[in-house]
C-alpha cells in the first residue's frame, strides 16, 4: 500500500468572488496545511492598487488575464510571471480597462506598510482562510474538501 496522497482537485468556478476590500476578489486556492503559506486566484477592476507591502517569503504571481502595472512601472499582461523573493517590497495596480486575474502563491506573510515604512496590516494564510470560511457560513456554501489545510 502506498502512502502516497492523491490529486486534490479545487474547482474554483464554483467559488464566488470573496470581498477584501472595494475592487479587491479573491478565490482560494490552498492553504499549506501547516499555514505557512497560500495559494489564491486574486481579482482586481480596473484601477484598484495594492498597496506597498513587504514579502517575509517568496511569492510567485502568473497574471490569467488583464494587466497589472509594478511600482517600477513595467506593465504584466496575460501570460507573464513575476518572481518577488522574501524581503521583496513593492505595490501595484490593475491597469487598462480589464479585470486583472492572478493566480498568487504566497510563502509567509506580506505586511503592509504605511509611509514611514512601519507594519500596519498582516496578511497571512491563517486570516485569508478564515475570511473563506467565514464566506462559506454568510453564503452558506460547505468549503471545499482539501482546500482548507490545517482543519
Same mark, same amino acid.
Given at each position: 500500500?502506498?502512502?502516497?496522497?492523491?490529486?486534490?482537485?479545487? !474547482?474554483?468556478?464554483?467559488?464566488? +468572488?470573496?470581498?477584501?476590500?472595494?475592487?479587491?476578489?479573491?478565490?482560494?486556492?490552498?492553504?499549506?496545511?501547516?499555514?505557512?503559506? +497560500?495559494?489564491?486566484?486574486?481579482?482586481?477592476?480596473p484601477?484598484?492598487? %495594492?498597496?506597498?507591502?513587504?514579502?517575509?517569503?517568496?511569492?510567485?504571481?502568473?497574471?490569467?488575464? &488583464?494587466?497589472?502595472?509594478?511600482?517600477t512601472?513595467?506593465?504584466?499582461?496575460? &501570460?507573464?510571471?513575476?518572481?518577488?523573493?522574501? &524581503?521583496?517590497?513593492?505595490? +501595484?495596480?490593475a491597469?487598462? !480597462? !480589464?479585470?486583472c486575474? $492572478?493566480?498568487?502563491? $504566497?510563502?509567509?506573510?506580506?505586511?503592509?506598510?504605511?509611509? *514611514?515604512?512601519?507594519?500596519?496590516? %498582516?496578511?497571512?494564510?491563517?486570516?485569508?482562510?478564515?475570511?473563506?470560511? !467565514? +464566506?462559506?457560513?454568510? *453564503?452558506? $456554501? *460547505?468549503?471545499?474538501?482539501?482546500?482548507?489545510?490545517g482543519?
Amino acid at each position: 500500500m502506498s502512502c502516497i496522497p492523491s490529486a486534490r482537485p479545487v !474547482d474554483t468556478s464554483r467559488l464566488g +468572488w470573496i470581498p477584501l476590500a472595494p475592487g479587491l476578489s479573491f478565490k482560494p486556492v490552498t492553504y499549506f496545511p501547516d499555514l505557512s503559506g +497560500w495559494q489564491l486566484l486574486l481579482r482586481l477592476e480596473p484601477g484598484t492598487k %495594492i498597496p506597498r507591502h513587504r514579502h517575509t517569503g517568496e511569492v510567485h504571481a502568473f497574471n490569467l488575464s &488583464g494587466s497589472r502595472r509594478l511600482d517600477t512601472g513595467e506593465v504584466i499582461g496575460p &501570460g507573464m510571471y513575476v518572481h518577488e523573493p522574501a &524581503g521583496n517590497v513593492d505595490s +501595484w495596480e490593475a491597469f487598462g !480597462d !480589464d479585470p486583472c486575474i $492572478v493566480h498568487i502563491e $504566497v510563502n509567509g506573510r506580506n505586511e503592509y506598510l504605511d509611509a *514611514e515604512g512601519r507594519v500596519i496590516r %498582516i496578511a497571512d494564510a491563517r486570516g485569508s482562510r478564515q475570511d473563506y470560511l !467565514d +464566506w462559506c457560513a454568510a *453564503e452558506g $456554501v *460547505e468549503p471545499q474538501p482539501g482546500l482548507v489545510g490545517g482543519i
